[in-house]
């Protein structure tokens, strides 16, 4: 009964592929979001969807592309991968500002 | 937009000893403080929070105080134990759903046996 599930958990791939990271939510959040952990930490946003709409897209290359086919699942999308791609990829959801956090996918470009 | 800003960045402590985490935040119209804690390897999750009508809430060992005034909030760990090692993390928002929540830097807090 995961709340919150990603998957792949680990990909490992070359630069100039194309990857897709899916995220599904059991908790009848109307929000979800796609957040990038880099190496020294840091939780950045990417995107933000609620109800299969785009609300919010933080500075992110167009490489990303987010896709909510409902509101229960958010995929990510990146095409042409660069080696600064490496880093953790967590999905979430939220519910009146209280999120919660899927697994994260560990993507490694080479 | 907001900013959060987390001291320390590090943090060591004794076990059985007292941890202390302290956030800052710019927007005076956030009003929900979360706190969450990640340990190796794994996803962030929420281990306490609280919203601007209280000042302070304590769960066990931890509690959460919050001062609207000076816009700092602050997470206190008592009689820490090892299980206590991760990443804390701090954030602050709105509350409402098109309003991200801003997170802190982190504070990697090591308790030492």
């Known amino acids: 009964d995961t709340a919150v599930s990603q998957t792949p958990k680990y990909l490992v791939t070359q630069m100039g592929n194309d990857k897709s990271i899916k995220c599904e939510q059991n908790?009848?959040?109307?929000?979800m979001y796609w957040y990038k952990q880099d190496s020294k930490k840091f939780l950045k946003i990417m995107f933000s969807y609620n109800n299969k709409e785009l609300i919010i897209n933080e500075t992110v290359p167009n490489r990303f592309s987010p896709k909510s086919p409902d509101k229960a699942h958010l995929n990510l999308h990146i095409n042409s991968l660069e080696l600064g791609d490496s880093a953790v990829y967590f999905c979430a959801s939220s519910h009146m500002g209280e999120q919660y956090f899927g697994p994260g996918t560990r993507l490694t470009v080479t | 937009g907001e900013n959060v800003e987390q001291h320390p960045s590090t943090l060591s402590v004794q076990e059985g000893d007292s941890a202390v985490i302290k956030c800052t935040y710019s927007d005076s119209a956030s009003n929900y403080f979360p706190w969450y804690k990640q340990e190796l390897g794994k996803r962030p999750q929420l281990i306490i929070d609280i919203r601007s009508n209280v000042g302070e809430k304590k769960d066990q060992r931890i509690a959460v105080t919050l001062n609207k005034t000076a816009k700092h909030f602050s997470l206190h760990i008592t009689e820490t134990q090892p299980e206590d090692s991760a990443v804390y993390f701090c954030a602050a928002t709105r509350g409402s759903f098109d309003e991200k929540l801003t997170f802190g830097t982190g504070t990697r807090l090591t308790i030492i046996p």
């Open positions: 908790l009848g959040h109307d929000t």
